[in-house]
């Protein structure tokens, strides 16, 4: 039975990529979502990836959609954090819920999602989990307080959770990805966006495929020596 994988924000962008990669590469996958219910139901029937829909800032939602997904497919053996919302401003024009909203979506489901399948994992002796963070989070941001703090904040949640399951065969990494294609950079002004273009070394907006590409390697059965690692993606936009 090929192992089952739950992606977050799985049915557009790049968690829509993520999803079909892996079940192209044979894994079972339950593509979670947020509240777009019209994307998600064009791409399940495109793709035949069954979808399931609730908010992962929420605890009690992410432990029943787990139990649903377990139920429906069996146990969650790769996780797969990839929703992940903006709400950008200057700090001294942001809104307490701006901040809120943004550490509770893309931090705080990191948590709330990986509590959630941690035991079965265990169970199992093993497990993969991959956290998507930002070039954003590694570098900052102006405009991004909040984004900046999540997705930095992951990279750290990443690094520690990676030691605890070690010895329990779950390995933890992170992918930092750059600028890449989908609508949630579609919102960037076109004359921000054109700056941001002229720093990327490879000269273009990076694919959804390509950070597709980073997971379906680190989930992979072989990869158990992988643990506690950020994969930058970002046609060398920043390296440290
Ligand atoms: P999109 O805005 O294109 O898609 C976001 C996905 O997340 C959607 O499927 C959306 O569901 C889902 N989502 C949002 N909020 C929730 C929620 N509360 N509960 C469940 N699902 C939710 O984003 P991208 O594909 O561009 O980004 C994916 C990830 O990659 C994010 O974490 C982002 O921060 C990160 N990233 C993106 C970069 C980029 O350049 N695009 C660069 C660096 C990092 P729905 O369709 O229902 O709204």
């Not at 593509?31 to 998600?40: C, L, M, P, S, V």
């Not at 994992?121 to 703090?149: P, T």
């Not at 520690?160 to 600028?179: D, K, L």
Request: charged residues 20%.
């Amino acid at each position: 039975m090929s192992r089952v994988a739950i992606v977050t924000g799985g049915t557009r962008g790049i968690g829509e990529a993520i999803s079909i990669m892996l079940k192209e590469k044979g894994y079972q996958v339950a593509a979670n979502y947020g509240g777009n219910d019209e994307r998600a139901q064009e791409f399940s029937k495109r793709t035949g990836i069954p979808v399931y829909k609730w908010d992962v800032s929420d605890y009690k939602a992410c432990e029943e959609g787990v139990a649903k997904v377990k139920e429906d497919l069996g146990p969650v053996e790769i996780l797969v954090n990839n929703a992940g919302i903006t709400r950008d401003g200057t700090l001294h024009r942001m809104d307490q819920e701006s901040w809120q909203k943004v550490i509770d979506t893309d931090l705080g489901s990191c948590f709330n999602m990986c509590r959630a399948v941690i035991e079965d994992m265990r169970a199992a002796k093993f497990g993969r989990v991959v956290n998507i963070g930002s070039i954003n989070g590694q570098a900052g941001q102006y405009g991004q307080v909040n984004y900046a703090a999540a997705k930095s904040g992951i990279h750290g949640f990443t690094k520690a959770m990676a030691q605890e399951g070690a010895a329990q065969g779950i390995t933890v990494n992170a992918i930092a990805p750059g600028y890449i294609d989908t609508d949630m950079v579609a919102a960037v002004p076109p004359q921000v966006l054109e700056k941001i273009v002229a720093k990327i070394p490879v000269g273009r907006l990076g694919k959804a495929s390509e950070i597709a590409r980073g997971v379906c390697f680190l989930v992979a059965d072989d990869g158990g020596f992988i643990t506690g690692s950020t994969l930058s993606i970002n046609g060398g936009q920043h390296m440290y």
